[in-house]
């Protein structure tokens, strides 16, 4: 039996956003048409970032901290941080993440040490904040695992969408009822019912894995 042997299939922006609109029964007909579904894609994605944590999208980071200096501008593509730890000599040290409210407690923010606590103010911008703020007496760097933001579609209709493959089939789902909303409501219920379904297929796949052992049974 011949096979392709490849495994590179992979869709472009133009080619999702052509299968999206063939499930709503319509067709790319004008630049307009690409421009709203392109829209629609960016609007999708930041529908995602609220569905829960999407694991190709962690990234691991690390800030160097300045002595005095207890405030951080973290990238406008973070989302959340989902691990964390202070690192001094080569040494890895717990830290542990609070509440604003927290925070806003110390009464004395101008304590110095090794940092044992922040704060994450999830604005546009994020900031971190740390407590007690860093000391002089070491060099310290703030290692994190960054929840980031998917990328925008672009203005390129040949660029690759910011996804594994096997979110294709939920991202041109997810797509086509979004269009469906705006072209076609007839469609829109049944667009939306594969779309939550193909979600919970991708979402079950995309999670983290722990080794599996067979122990062989006995009589």
């Not at 998917?150 to 086509?176: E, K, M």
Request: overall charge negative.
């Amino acid at each position: 039996m011949a096979t392709s042997e490849s495994t590179s299939f992979n869709m472009d922006i133009d080619e999702i956003i052509t299968e999206a609109y063939e499930r709503c029964g319509l067709e790319v007909r004008s630049g307009y048409d690409l421009k709203t579904a392109r829209r629609s894609l960016n609007l999708m994605f930041s529908e995602w970032a609220n569905r829960g944590i999407n694991l190709w999208l962690i990234e691991e980071r690390s800030k160097t901290l300045t002595a005095s200096l207890a405030e951080y501008t973290l990238g406008k593509d973070l989302i959340d941080i989902m691990e964390a730890a202070i690192t001094k000599s080569s040494k890895d040290y717990r830290v542990e993440r609070i509440s604003r409210a927290a925070y806003l407690s110390f009464t004395d923010k101008t304590s110095t040490g090794r940092p044992t606590q922040f704060y994450l103010q999830r604005s546009v911008t994020p900031k971190i904040f740390f407590y007690p703020t860093p000391d002089s007496t070491s060099t310290y760097t703030f290692k994190f695992h960054a929840l980031t933001r998917i990328q925008d579609a672009g203005d390129d209709y040949t660029n690759d969408p910011d996804v594994p493959f096997r979110f294709l089939p939920c991202l041109i789902s997810g797509l086509a009822y979004y269009l469906a909303m705006k072209f076609n409501p007839d469609k829109m219920m049944v667009l939306k019912q594969i779309y939550d379904e193909e979600w919970t297929r991708a979402a079950a796949e995309d999670r983290d894995s722990v080794s599996l052992h067979l122990v062989p049974g006995g009589n």
